[in-house]
């Protein structure tokens, strides 16, 4: 958060929140393809997706007078 003072009685603030800046994955199950067979089959290896979410990034400015 940063204010800047414009005037006596204005103030300007700008803000930025970040969530998972760094844009980290979290990857889902395997759903188990592989533990099931003998050998190694056609689901060896596949992600069940992705869990969290991906970077989110908010900006916001206010001036108060």
């Known amino acids: 958060m940063k204010v800047w003072q414009l005037h006596e009685s204005w103030d300007l603030q700008f803000n930025a929140d970040f969530f998972n800046i760094f844009n980290r994955t979290v990857f889902g199950e395997n759903q188990g393809a ?18 969290n979410t991906a970077r989110v990034v908010q900006f916001g400015l206010r001036l108060k007078w």
């Open 34 to 51: 592989y533990a099931n067979e003998p050998t190694i089959g056609a689901g060896f290896g596949d992600v069940g997706g992705q869990v």
